[in-house]
Nanobody, 123 residues
């Protein structure tokens, strides 16, 4: 059982940056995806990263602003978000699966979910 815990959410001004973290014991064996869900909208995939960190797949609209990385020695996966826009406000979730099958930033099969961390964009 993988228990994913996100952190790093908060309030940031438009144009600002934020780094989210996702941790779990054993996460190094899993591909990880970041998802987000804004109020009244469906949950959408943002980016995926393979277990070794050698492959990534981004949602087109965030590719130039977001960066996913991982430090398997520390059981950590990060999502660095730059040039944040109002449309990026959402609850962000990390998710994991033993295989990386990803399309337009969406991990297509998810075995484990985190509880989410809120990102608020406001001046």
């Amino acid at each position: 059982q993988l228990q994913l815990v996100e952190s790093g959410g908060g309030l940031v001004q438009p144009g600002g940056s934020l780094t989210l973290s996702c941790t779990a014991s054993g996460i190094d064996d899993y591909a990880v995806g970041w998802f987000r869900q804004a109020p009244g909208k469906e949950r959408e995939g943002v980016v995926c990263i393979s277990s070794a960190g050698t492959a990534t797949n981004y949602k087109t609209t965030v590719r130039d602003r977001f960066t996913v990385s991982r430090d398997n020695a520390r059981n950590m996966v990060y999502l660095t978000m730059n040039s944040l826009e109002a449309e990026d406000a959402a609850v962000y979730y990390c998710a994991a699966n033993s295989r990386m099958s990803c399309y337009d930033g969406k991990l297509l099969t998810v075995n484990y979910w985190g509880q989410g961390t809120q990102v608020t964009i406001s001046s």
